[in-house]
């Protein structure tokens, strides 16, 4: 299962808006085929794993290891249940189920309708966690979101500036590209006005392969200018005038968004927390002292899950609890 765990991660790039899912096929204690979803509308894991064990005959005395139940319905691709049935594959290990609406315990139901053993629950976290956006997109109907913010080591995320200053920079070569890198693994991005109009962001993952991300800001009031970065046309930018996040959040489900990158300022930051609407933060502690600014938000409800520490820069993941 940890190897299924593994080659699902493959499939980061190209799965969504699907789960990330791997399989392996085991016969005799020796694997003999495996496989993860690469891509959106392509072969599911099941398929590739059962299609690259070369001496199918083995298949009716081995058993495939998923990380996710087998799908049991028609979508884009057949169902996975079926291959598994029609391949003579008599056991599968499932590590967890499937919380969709269209699977939610069918497949394992039709596998072991059609003779299989199945076994559900192994390493159970870890595979859900590994799909986590997915889940969450579907059970709250809403993107999982991450809080993202730099500040000093005495906890400030800028000085005190007008518009047309520059911004403070908390971070460095590497941790900026990380940031970049954060930004290619979403969906969406999302910065408050204040953002907007003070440090005119492109939102871009110009430090890192990979797409840009939607691009959202808020603007209640009409007063962006159209010569803002965000406004140029060169990547999809939605301006909301909503009143509040779940607003905003019901959209972006409508829109089949899955994950959002919150990187505004403060005041938006501290919105999302206290709203109790947020999965994880990223925050960067700088090793400079400001004295006086904006503070940083307060993060409440929180669990340390990470630190690293990349040239005094100290890097903490939180998960929201």
């Not at 493959?10 to 085991?26: D, F, L, Q, R, T």
């Not at 979803?37 to 009716?60: M, Q």
């Not at 938006?268 to 927390?273: A, N, R, T, V």
Request: glycine letters at 10%; charged letters at 20%; hydrophobic letters at 35%.
């Amino acid at each position: 299962m940890r190897r299924c765990i593994q080659l699902a991660r493959c499939g980061e790039a190209g799965a969504a808006p699907n789960p990330m899912v791997g399989a392996v096929v085991v016969c005799d204690g020796r694997i003999i085929g495996e496989g993860y979803h690469r891509r959106c509308g392509g072969p599911h894991a099941e398929v590739n794993a059962i299609g690259s064990v070369r001496e199918k005959h083995l298949l009716s005395r081995s058993t495939i290891y998923v990380s996710l139940e087998p799908c049991a319905h028609f979508g884009k691709t057949p169902p996975c249940t079926d291959l598994i049935i029609s391949s003579g594959i008599p056991r599968v290990v499932v590590g967890c189920a499937d919380l969709y609406a269209k699977v939610n315990g069918l497949g394992i139901k039709k596998l072991q309708d059609a003779g299989c053993e199945v076994v559900v629950g192994v390493l159970e976290q870890e595979c859900r966690d590994l799909n986590r956006r997915f889940f969450t997109f579907h059970q709250q109907h809403r993107p999982w979101i991450t809080l993202k913010w730099a500040q000093s080591k005495d906890g400030f995320i800028d000085r005190l500036r007008k518009e047309g200053e520059e911004p403070t920079r908390f971070s460095n070569a590497l941790t900026q590209m990380l940031v970049h890198r954060l930004r290619a693994r979403h969906q969406a991005i999302l910065v408050g006005t204040r953002t907007a109009l003070l440090d005119n962001p492109t939102l871009t993952t110009r430090y890192w392969s990979g797409p840009n991300p939607l691009r959202l800001t808020i603007d209640r009031r009409g007063i962006l200018p159209p010569t803002l970065h965000l406004l140029d046309g060169s990547t999809p930018t939605i301006v909301y005038t909503h009143e509040s996040l779940r607003e905003i959040l019901t959209d972006l489900y409508g829109r089949g968004i899955q994950s959002l990158l919150v990187e505004g300022g403060a005041q938006l930051l501290q919105s999302f927390i206290d709203e109790g609407l947020w999965d994880e933060a990223r925050i960067e502690t700088a090793p400079l002292r400001l004295g006086q600014g904006v503070a940083a938000p307060h993060l409440a409800d929180s669990q340390l899950e990470s630190q690293h520490i990349y040239g005094g820069h100290i890097l903490r993941q939180y998960r929201h609890i």
